[in-house]
């Protein structure tokens, strides 16, 4: 008799992620997997004024001009500006040297910071509805204006890190704001993938997953007896739904607790959301914190905007690609094998994971 008992719900399979099957998961529950060492929870910093914060009000000096502010320069609740110590730049223009094997494109770009919020230690889901619906908007019409300025510039990366380990080295909160020249590698793997799928089956892949995330249930049948072969409940893997945004836990999750936003009816680039939508988007992102919050509290995390490039295919991405917000939390610390193999490790299924969330009382 083994003394240890083993999960009924035990899953161990690699999951191709439909969108990009290179980048596949190890979904492994079994506790011989647990060790993988976890990830540090981010110091709460609840003070809503710090004196000597760069981005607390009263120290507006301290921070370059402002680029943009909401909704006046003098009572603002948003406020943007160009990053101290930025890793794109318009400054210099450098020629681009190759030699050989390595090649360089040069360095051409923009990188701004986002004070999401007067308050210096505010989480996500502690902020107001309406302010959050504001931040979206600021973030659209960056992005606009940044595509506008510069024809070069193909892609605007919106994102933020919270936590140190995650990336930030400012406790105020803050998003961050990258326009490049080039288009981000994942985010071609997307682009190209969705086309193909696209060219193949005539319909966009993340729509077709949206769809299956809000069947309540599939059947399969075996073709040559007709008897039930599996049933799956699809509808485990939503976790918060809104009017025109859903919130969904991907079935093959590279984080424990991802979970991707997306606008229920297609939509390519971030650029078209209408602004009457963005209360929406800010209930359903201000929630889905929500539950990450109650389930994982004050676990770092990273998430950012994935929105079509806007570069010479833009026009013939429109109808494969959807635009859509990742939110990875971090957990844990990838390991050696993750590193080396690429293959993700995911400790937590994604049906559980999701079902967590969804239990949360809001
Ligand atoms: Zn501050
Ligand atoms: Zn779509
Ligand atoms: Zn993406």
Sequence with gaps: MSETPVDAGEVREIRINPIVPAESVLVATARSMRPKKAEELAPRDTRKHVETCPFCRGNEHKTPPAI??????????????????????????????????????????????????????????EMAESHLAALFGVYQTRMRQ??????????????????????????????????????????????????AHYAKHHHCIFCALIDEALTFEATIYDRASGAVRRKINVGQYVVERGEHFIAIKPFASRYEWEVHILPLTHQADFLDV????????????????????????????????????????????????????????????????????????NTISPEQAAERLRAVEL
């Design 274 to 345: 209408p602004g009457a939508h963005f209360a929406d988007l800010a209930r359903v992102m201000r929630r889905t914190m929500a539950r990450l919050d109650a389930v994982i509290g004050g676990a770092q995390y990273n998430f950012f905007l994935h929105s079509v490039p806007h570069d010479a295919q833009q026009g013939a991405h429109a109808p494969s690609y959807h635009w859509h917000l990742e939110i990875c939390p971090r957990t844990s610390i990838p390991t050696g094998f993750e590193l080396g193999s690429g293959l993700f490790v």
């Design 68 to 125: 943009l502010a909401w909704p006046t320069a003098a009572d603002w609740q948003i406020r943007m500006v160009e990053n101290l110590y930025p890793v794109l730049g318009d400054d210099r223009s450098q020629a681009g040297f190759a030699f050989g094997l390595q090649q360089t494109i040069d360095g051409y770009g923009r990188h701004e910071v986002i004070i999401d919020h007067v308050e210096h230690g505010i989480a996500i889901h």
């Design 146 to 195: 940044l595509f506008e300025s510069d024809p070069r510039l193909k892609y605007v990366l919106v994102f933020k890190n919270f936590g140190p380990a995650a990336g930030a080295s400012i406790p105020h909160t803050h998003s961050q704001v990258i326009a490049m020249p080039v288009v981000p590698e994942n985010v071609d793997a997307e682009v190209k993938n969705s086309a």
